[in-house]
C-alpha cells in the first residue's frame, strides 16, 4: 500500500472513515469497518511520501490537525464551534476541545475558513467583539475567555465591562443572552 501523497488523498481516506463510524458507532474491538479504515490512515500516514511529510513540516501539521482538516473539508456546513467540536471529537461541550481547534495552525492560517462565519480569525476593535457576541449568543463566560484568547489582540475583557456597566448585554446564569 502506497502512503499518502496529497492532502486530498488524506480527506478522501478521512470521508470513508466518518461514513463508517456514522455506520458502525461503538465498536472499536474487533475487525470492523471503522478500525480498517483506521489502520488504513495509520499505515499510509506512516508511508507517507516525502512531498507530503514536508507539506505537514512547513505547515506545521500533526496528526489531530490533519483529522481537524479533514473533518472541516468532508462536512457540509457548520452551525457553531459545538457542532463542528462534536464532529470532530466526539463530545461538543469540553473547553479543552475548543483549545484545540483554535490554536491549530489550520485555523491561524485560514484552512477552517468554514468556522470563521462564526468565529473570526482575529478582532481587534470593539464593535468586532459586539458583532461575535450577538452573533454567539449562549456562551459562558468560560467559552468566551477561551476564543477570545486565541483570536483577539486588544484588551477585550475592558470591552466586556463596558458592556456590563452601560447594561448594553444581558448575562443570565454565566451566559451571554443579549446584546444591545
Known amino acids: 500500500m502506497k502512503g499518502y501523497n496529497t492532502l486530498k488523498e488524506y480527506i478522501q481516506d478521512y470521508r470513508l472513515f466518518l461514513a463508517a463510524k456514522r455506520a458502525d458507532p461503538g465498536r472499536d474491538s474487533g475487525m ?9 490512515i495509520e499505515n499510509k500516514l506512516q508511508k507517507a511520501t516525502v512531498k507530503f511529510k514536508s507539506m505537514m513540516k512547513k505547515n506545521h501539521y500533526n496528526e489531530e490537525e490533519l483529522r481537524i482538516i479533514a473533518t472541516h473539508e468532508v462536512i457540509g456546513s457548520i452551525d457553531s464551534i459545538q457542532d463542528f467540536v462534536f464532529i470532530c471529537f466526539g463530545s461538543g461541550h469540553q473547553i479543552s476541545l475548543y483549545k484545540k481547534v483554535l490554536s491549530t495552525n489550520a485555523f491561524r492560517n485560514g484552512q ?16 468586532e467583539f459586539i458583532e461575535l457576541l450577538r452573533s ?13 484568547h486565541y483570536i483577539c489582540k486588544a484588551n477585550w475583557r475592558v470591552w466586556l465591562a463596558d458592556l456590563e ?15 444591545f
Open 32 to 40: 470492523t469497518l471503522t478500525n480498517f479504515f483506521k489502520k488504513r
Open 112 to 127: 477552517l475558513r468554514k468556522i470563521y462565519d462564526f468565529i473570526p480569525n482575529s478582532i481587534s476593535t470593539k464593535d
Open 165 to 179: 456597566q452601560d447594561n448594553k448585554i444581558v448575562l443570565r446564569k454565566g451566559r451571554i443572552r443579549n446584546v
Open 136 to 148: 454567539n449568543r449562549g456562551w459562558n463566560r468560560s467559552e468566551l475567555n477561551i476564543v477570545m
